[in-house]
DNA sequence: AGCACGCCGACT
DNA sequence: GTCGGCGTGCTC
């Protein structure tokens, strides 16, 4: 039998799959999505089985054998191995990167080199060999020292250079001349990064009955195994070791006489790290469901009993209940003996979310985020390969959970942009989940009270394409039990200035919190900024202190004193006097959320503050631990910039106050809009979703700005049209889909004409394809926009240009955006010419990135 | 990605 | 005349 084998190394040349025999003994063990270990050149690669065949086309004599299988179960199925190859053409990128990520970190390649003693038979044949060369014998006359070496290793029969050199600190030089000898022989080995942790488990070996009459026989002194019998007489469950000791107050040596006597066994089994071990959820049973609520699963469940694919938009305002209906479609599907997973932004993947999931389903749910420690991660990855858990709950990558009767697949918040990976590979889970579930016939719901505009033109059929691929619109539009949205306050900060008031707070928010504290209820504030200040400048010259590593502005931070580029981290202390003039009129401009803290401080002495942001939540389980510390009403505002704004739900909290609405709005992003508007409605859902109404406050300096206006008088549909006009008037997505290539290196000359060279190469590439279609295509851009005839295939390149942060890490940035429409092959076009490229202007040291579907267009 | 093979400059 | 630069090509 063979297999193709594609390996762990991302590069053109590779990229593809490779033939190796697999050995008999390894047969039962191999299939399609096993990782295996193969000889490959020199060394030894991780790869993953993407095919088995009985033939192959190359000469038999010249395939390598798979040295390893690395899993007992392969971590991978041939559905999940296909999904890689969609992928690696959707998104261009390696098949190996689509396939890496599809696993735990914990199970990334991790190579070992060794050292062994040469075969005796070859060392021979070498020094025969060098003493007919001229009689170099005199080098095998071995000094002490080498003899000491050769000891070691032979004692040990395989070390690493670095045990090696920890026992024999001054032996560099020597070993390598061994090496070179041929005395020692280095290997390389693929190993886990990552141990299944095991216990020893005891059961019983015999019935009952038998365990019983053995009590009997045994001599008078034999209490505790007697004991032993009996207890296992009762409990038929296999225990762990540690556990029965514990609790019969029984030694080790009591159950090995018991298993030599062959009355119980002693086996290995894995164990789990849980990270929820311990901790009780409270089981809770189907709620009741409004009409509405009923309405929306209905369709849902039909799809399902059909076991068909269809993908459902759920559109329901804050509070209206999305999370009882996907837990009843859940039961349904678990009912059917299929699998769900439901992915929810990494920010909101709280506590109280996985509670909910928990308290339902049990123990059949894993959950996955990136929260728990490596090990945590792949005990609960394991839990959903070796088949013990039917529901996943987890961030993004747990779109890749490696199931095989997928039924249901739920994306909350479906329009976060956290879905989309920022590197490669850049997958939109929101897709994935989509070719996943048309291959299981398993259907999607994709749930927001703010819908992402391309979901909601493909439900709402607006993009005139036909019922293909089209999503089924779900709506509920109250929130359960009749309560009401909160009313929300619009702020003109202009105003607020010209009455005299300087503060960052307007007098309306102000009262407002004075108010809560009086009344003992809580605030939720909102800053989409952290740190102190956004930048520094020099009233003196005008200087602004920037990363010199990055082209963009450092911001100050508070507590440390420092200066910090939040691209690559760099940071430097604050600076006393101007850089480039000395002047000391150096001025913070912009508010950060430690500055709102501090002011909250000031003006209202004893008020209790939780800041969240991703300075105080990157500890492991801060997160939660602020979030229960509000819960438990510890502090009476929490702060925090848009990781408050997501699915908190605080009986208490009845104001919301956004400190400023246009942070967002005045980015240089097509989707500044659309991100203000479901910023504004998602934080705005969070106040008055019990029994006191909500009031929100939102400070703005263009209080006229239509997401604003459609944010603050909950008007998605009034903001959709609004926001799908200006979209089809510039090209941009929903009706034009985008893919941006950004090529980086150190040099801005080499980076421009490269630059230049892509996009001409590109654009002859579609010129081809278009004369090919015949006439009627359009070539010019936006004054065409909506004059494409024939099938109505658009392409278009723009560039290149400087990136919008045109340098990071010392790395100049230059891109090029493609806009399309219609049945183009763009990703074919780009790989072919990425590759027509690569031959050309060969440079190790220039990157071209492809992000298909950007969300961000840096 | 590594690693070997192969053809042109500055040194013993 | 050699050591070594990294351009080019290959890995089942």
């Known amino acids: 039998m063979y297999a193709q084998v594609v390996v762990d190394v991302p590069s053109k040349q590779t990229n593809r799959p490779f033939d190796y025999v697999v050995p008999e003994e390894l047969r039962t063990w191999i299939g399609v999505g096993s990782r295996v270990g193969v000889p490959f050149g020199p060394r030894t690669l991780q790869g993953f089985v993407v095919a088995l065949s009985e033939r192959t086309d190359m000469a038999s004599g010249k395939l390598k054998k798979i040295e390893q299988v690395l899993d007992l179960v392969p971590p991978l199925n041939p559905e999940l191995v296909q999904l890689a190859r969609w992928m690696s053409r959707t998104y261009i990128c390696h098949e190996i990167t689509a396939l890496q990520a599809m696993i735990p970190g914990a199970l990334k390649a991790k190579y070992e080199k ?291 009767r997928i039924g249901l697949i739920i994306i909350d918040e479906e329009h976060e942009s956290s879905y989309k990976q920022e590197e490669s590979p850049k997958y939109h889970a929101r897709d994935v989940a989509v070719e996943r579930a048309a291959y299981h016939g398993a259907a999607v719901v994709l749930g927001s009270a703010t819908p992402s505009l391309e979901s909601y033109a493909k439900a709402s059929g607006r993009l005139g394409s036909g019922a293909a691929g089209r999503y089924r619109l779900l709506t509920m539009a109250e929130r359960v039990e009749g309560r009401p949205l909160p009313a929300v306050n619009v702020v003109d900060l202009r105003e607020e200035l010209k009455a005299g008031n300087r503060s960052m707070f307007s007098r309306g928010l102000y009262e407002a919190l004075g108010q809560r504290l009086e009344r003992q209820e809580q605030s939720v504030l909102l800053l989409n900024r952290r740190g102190y200040s956004t930048f520094v400048m020099c009233r003196s010259c005008g200087f602004v202190v920037q990363c010199p590593h990055c082209d963009i502005s450092l911001t100050y931070h508070q507590v440390s004193r420092t200066m910090r580029c939040h691209y690559c981290g760099f940071s430097q202390p604050e600076p006393a006097t101007c850089p480039s003039c000395e002047s000391e009129h150096i001025r913070y401009f912009g508010t950060g959320t430690q500055r709102v803290e501090e002011e909250l401080a000031k003006l209202f002495p004893g008020i209790r503050v939780i800041r969240m942001d991703v300075d105080t939540t990157s500890e492991k389980g801060a997160h939660e631990r602020l979030l229960n510390r509000f819960r438990d009403r510890q502090a009476d505002v929490l702060l925090g910039t848009q990781m408050v704004a997501k699915g908190l739900d605080f009986p208490d909290v009845t104001l919301v106050g956004v400190i400023a609405a246009d942070t967002v709005l005045h980015l240089p992003d097509f989707r500044a809009a659309e991100k203000t508007f479901q910023l504004l409605t998602q934080v705005a859902g969070r106040a008055g979703r019990h029994r006191l109404p909500g009031e929100v406050f939102i400070q703005t300096y263009t209080p006229d700005h239509y997401s604003i206006v459609t944010a603050s008088a909950h008007d998605f549909g009034a903001f959709l049209e609004q926001e799908l006009d200006i979209r089809r008037q510039r090209g941009y997505p929903p009706y034009y889909e985008l893919v941006l290539v950004t090529l980086s290196h150190e040099q801005v000359p080499l980076l421009v004409r490269a630059g230049e060279a892509f996009a001409s190469r590109l654009k002859q590439c579609w010129e081809h394809e278009r004369r090919g279609r015949g006439p009627g295509y359009p070539a010019d851009s936006l004054g065409h926009l909506n004059d494409a005839r024939g099938d109505g295939a658009y392409f278009e390149v723009y560039g290149p240009v400087a990136s919008p942060i045109p340098r990071i890490k010392d790395r100049y940035r230059f891109q090029c955006m493609i806009k399309y429409r219609g049945n183009v092959d763009v990703a074919g076009m780009l790989a072919e010419t990425a590759a027509a490229f690569d031959d050309t202007v060969r440079n190790d040291k220039l990157t071209i990135s492809m992000d298909v579907n950007p969300q961000v267009l840096m």
């Open 114 to 404: 060794r050292i062994e003693l040469a075969d005796d038979a070859e060392l021979k044949a070498r020094k025969r060999a060098d003493a007919q060369d001229g009689g170099q014998a005199l080098l095998f006359a071995a000094s002490p020292e080498e003899e000491a070496i050769s000891a070691f290793v032979r004692q040990k029969g395989q070390v690493t250079t670095e045990a090696m050199l920890a026992r024999f600190p001054e032996a560099g030089p020597l070993l390598k001349r061994m090496l070179e000898q041929g005395t020692f022989v280095e290997v390389q080995t693929v190993r886990d990064r990552m141990n299944a942790k095991t216990a020893l488990f005891v059961a019983p070996a015999a019935s009952p009955e038998e365990l019983t009459a053995h009590s009997m026989k045994l001599p008078a002194n034999a209490k505790r195994q007697k004991e032993l019998l009996l207890w296992f007489a009762e409990n038929l469950e296999p225990l762990p070791l540690a556990e029965l000791t514990d609790k019969l107050d029984v030694g080790a040596g009591t159950v090995k006489a018991l298993a030599d006597k062959g009355l119980l066994s002693v086996t290995e089994r894995e164990l789990f790290r849980d990270p929820y071990a311990g901790r009780e959820f409270r089981r809770t049973t189907p709620l009741a469901l409004t009409p509405e609520q009923r309405q929306a699963l209905e369709p849902v469940a039909d799809t399902l009993e059909r076991r068909e694919h269809g993908v459902f938009l759920l559109h329901g305002v804050t509070g209206s209940g999305k999370t009882e209906v996907y837990l009843q479609a859940i039961q349904q599907c678990l009912d059917q003996g299929r699998e769900a997973i439901v992915l929810v932004p990494e920010i909101s993947l709280t506590p109280q979310m996985v509670e909910r999931f928990k308290g339902r389903f049990g123990s059949a749910v894993a959950v996955m985020h990136s929260r728990l420690s490596q090990g945590e991660r792949y005990d609960e990855w394991r839990k959903i390969v070796l088949k013990r858990v039917s529901v996943v709950i987890g961030a993004r990558s747990a779109v890749f959970a490696p199931f095989d």
